[in-house]
């Protein structure tokens, strides 16, 4: 039997009405979990019916040097400390080699913030791999990493977006969103751009028909109203420009960081990605990070509003160094097991979501 609440939603999901934000703020108190699954599933089933998208992709991490040291993070190092690295452009060729007898469609590259690094240095890369390899997908540079970028180079975030694309720029990752409020960057990732800024970087790419994913990283400080804003404005902003792929919960890993705490629990991740797919109905695709939620609960939740698992990602490094327990790589042959054992139909994408 459902709960009141949770019927009247289930009626407007069902009609393809939005929910608010007190609507959302009440699925994260509700435990009816199973409910909020079948509500999730609704917003899935509409939009992508029975597929569930998966990519041969390979992660570059070209720099741990990073100038933000926010507390949640296992990965920064400061330049020159035990551990600390920072790839040349002949060593990102090289980790790159393989790419084609490997199937890759996307190579996503991220990294710190490190302040040696010149404009040139981003742009030699692009365009080194998209000469290489003109028929892979480019998904390289958070938001955060724009700014940077930006204010190294001493110049808009647009021209740098505009350059960056012209040597091979295809799409923005997701990442460094974290929680948008003020309160929770103050105190764990105090020198990273506000939220506003984020999404202004974002909005920015799409406006130059840059496409992106976003992020929110839940499970540390942050309160449920607060998570709900941060889902909401990332509606809003989607609502003005249709840029965003797909969205991403991530949950926190607390190992290795000075933040500490706890990690997050199977519970909360699947009612966290399936309150995102209720909330985001403008949002294409919620995507399961198996590399940080595990494999088995990445699985699980198909059936919690998920319909993209990522990738095989070979060679990940970040999530690994908070403590993610999960291989560092998945076989495709692996990938499709987890989803057809779910009754879905596994489909190989690129990065935009073209299908093979
Ligand atoms: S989360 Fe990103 S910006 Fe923050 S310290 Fe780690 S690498 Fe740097």
């Known amino acids: 039997m459902m709960e009141g609440l949770l019927s009247e939603i289930y009626e407007k999901v069902k009609v393809g009405e939005r929910i608010s934000r007190e609507e959302g703020i009440k699925l994260f108190h509700s435990n009816d979990l199973l409910t909020i699954a079948e509500i999730a599933n609704l917003v899935r089933q509409r939009l992508n019916g029975n597929n569930v998208y998966y990519i041969i992709n390979l992660h570059i ?28 452009i002949d060593q990102i060729m ?3 080699a393989g790419c084609r007898q490997m199937g890759v469609r996307e190579i996503h590259i991220v990294g710190g913030l490190n ?24 998904q390289a540079f958070t938001a955060v990493e724009i700014y940077h970028i930006a204010q190294t180079a001493n110049l808009g975030i647009e021209e740098v977006l505009t350059q960056l694309k012209e040597v091979g720029l295809s799409s923005i990752p997701g990442g460094g969103a974290e929680v948008f409020s003020s309160r929770v960057r103050n105190q764990i990732c105090p020198k990273k751009i506000d939220g506003r800024t984020w ?36 509606r809003e902003l989607q609502d003005k420009t249709k840029g965003f792929k797909s ?6 890993h607390p190992t290795n960081t000075e933040l500490g705490g706890e990690g997050t629990t199977g519970y909360e991740d699947l009612k966290t990605l399936a309150i995102s797919r209720i909330l985001l109905d403008n949002f294409a695709h919620i995507k399961a990070f198996w590399i940080m939620l595990g494999i088995k609960l990445a699985q699980i939740s198909l059936s919690f509003g998920v319909d993209d698992l990522d990738g095989t990602v070979f060679e990940e490094k970040i999530a690994h160094s908070a403590g993610a327990q999960t291989p560092q790589a998945l076989t495709v042959q692996q990938i499709k097991r987890l989803i057809i054992e779910t009754g879905r139909l596994p489909v190989e994408r690129d990065t935009l979501y073209n299908l093979y």
């Open 61 to 88: 991490n070209y720099t741990n040097v990073c100038q933000n040291k926010c507390s949640f993070c296992a990965y920064s190092r400061d330049e020159g400390a035990n551990g600390a690295f920072t790839l040349t």
């Open 94 to 96: 090289e980790k790159a």
């Open 115 to 138: 302040p040696k690094l010149p404009f040139e240095y981003y742009l030699e890369m692009l365009k080194r791999l998209h000469l290489a390899f003109p028929e892979i997908c480019l």
């Open 199 to 234: 999404l202004k970087v974002m909005e920015t790419a799409h406006n130059l028909r840059i496409k992106s994913n976003a992020t929110m990283l839940y499970g540390h400080i942050e309160t449920i109203e607060e998570r709900v804003d941060h889902l909401l404005a990332l």
């Open 247 to 252: 969205f991403i919960p991530l949950p926190y």
